[in-house]
């Protein structure tokens, strides 16, 4: 028995399957040149005609790939995404010309966004399941495993016991994987996938402004400190520690520095773009003790100028971490230090704009975040206004005094 039947409409068809109606439109496949056709089910004649227009409004403007996405996943698309975007970055003449710098945090998000939602299908994810993606990860505490020394009786002594510790998932965490998926979903878009984002109905799924913004900046005791401790087997931090303050360098920029990028005479660095978060060469200058740190460093290396400046492969975490505890500066990051060096410039008189340019910044939104009132600039911009008010001759009542040769 036959239980399908049709009813032309311009542009497509409805046709009742089963007793259930569905829109159907015909199409060329652009690959075998074979007619095909497209059906969506519809909860009513007109639903089904407002189907059909638009089918063929999708086939005229992204073409078969659109009407063919509808069972596309957030694991499919994640999986298209890292393969055309998640690459290594390809360099030619120092310019990044494809893929991506670094690809490690991004990947970490999109696991927790292929864990989360990857059965969804995409056109069917909506504002809604992003806020509730949103609340489901920032109650789902970060776990951290960690080693703790425990005295273990059978063998008298401490031994090292894994254990895993908890804190909070942090708002800014959240909003890196929320603007992943901003991307694969545009990415989804210029590939005909989908019509429109969720992303772009007017919700504010991704608020920046809740992010709590570090303002840690190390004081010239705490420099002080630091220097004085890192000596011995934290001798090799000591370098570190004077070129990130005195030229605003990431630590990442540090690490890949080769001499070959080193000035001595002029007193310069390069930073080329392959090694910059920016992806653009920009120069530094270098201080009198930075110039001789890195002349100790080169009258002791190999004399390879290609050879990495710091000699690290890999990273200082726990010489970090010790000298930290030892001078009781738990708090500090090595990313604190670029905090530091960018207040110092701007409080030596360094005009922002080429601040800018030495830190390698290229919003200044970005760039403000890193400018922060300490003590003494608090202290130095009382004293620069008791100047200003001095110089316009405002006395203690708050009154301007008119010079005698003004007065009537």
């Excluded at 708002?171 to 590939?191: G, P």
């Amino acid at each position: 028995m036959n239980n399908r039947s049709s009813i032309r409409h311009r542009d497509g068809s409805i046709r009742v399957i089963n007793g259930c109606l569905y829109a159907r439109v015909q199409y060329i496949d652009e690959s075998t040149g074979k007619r095909k056709e497209k059906l969506r089910k519809a909860d009513s004649r007109t639903h089904a005609k407002e189907l059909i227009k638009s089918m063929r409004a999708e086939l005229e403007t992204s073409g078969q790939s659109a009407l063919e996405s509808d069972q596309i996943t957030v694991a499919q698309l994640a999986d298209r995404y890292k393969e055309i975007r998640l690459i290594p970055a390809i360099y030619q003449n120092g310019i990044k010309v494809a893929g991506k710098r670094s690809i490690g945090p991004t990947l970490s998000a999109l696991k927790s966004l292929v864990n989360a939602i990857g059965h969804k299908r995409v056109r069917k994810i909506r504002p809604s399941d992003i806020e509730h993606y949103k609340l489901q990860r920032l109650n789902t505490p970060v776990e951290i495993p960690t080693n703790v020394l425990v005295y273990d009786p059978y063998v008298k002594k401490n031994v090292k016991k894994k254990k895993v510790v908890t804190r909070p998932r942090k708002i800014a965490s959240v909003n890196r994987e929320l603007e992943l998926l901003r991307a694969m979903l545009n990415f989804a878009k210029s590939e005909g996938a989908i019509m429109v984002s969720p992303f772009e109905t007017g919700t504010k799924l991704i608020s920046t402004a809740a992010e709590v913004e570090r303002d840690r900046v190390l004081s010239i005791d705490e420099e002080r400190r630091l220097l004085d401790a890192s000596v011995g087997r934290r001798a090799h931090i000591r370098p570190l520690i004077i070129l990130a303050v005195d030229t605003a360098m990431r630590r990442g920029e540090l690490f890949k520095l080769r001499w070959e990028d080193v000035d001595l005479p002029l007193r310069q660095i390069t930073i080329k773009a392959e090694n910059a978060k920016t992806e653009r060469t920009r120069l530094v200058g270098l201080t009198e003790r930075a110039v001789k740190e890195l002349e100790n460093l080169w009258d002791r290396s190999p004399k390879d100028v290609r050879g990495l400046v710091f000699g690290i492969t890999s990273t200082v975490k726990n010489a970090w971490k010790s000298l930290r505890q030892e001078c009781g500066l738990s708090d500090l990051r090595f990313h604190d230090l670029r905090h530091t060096a960018t207040t110092r410039l701007i409080r030596a008189g360094v005009p922002a704009s080429e601040v800018m340019k030495i830190t390698g910044h290229t919003q200044l939104k970005t760039f403000l975040r890193y400018l922060n009132l300490t003590n003494e600039s608090v202290t130095a911009s009382a004293v620069a206004l008791d100047g200003y008010l001095a110089e316009q001759k405002i006395g203690e009542s708050g009154v301007i005094e008119v010079p005698d040769r003004f007065a009537q």
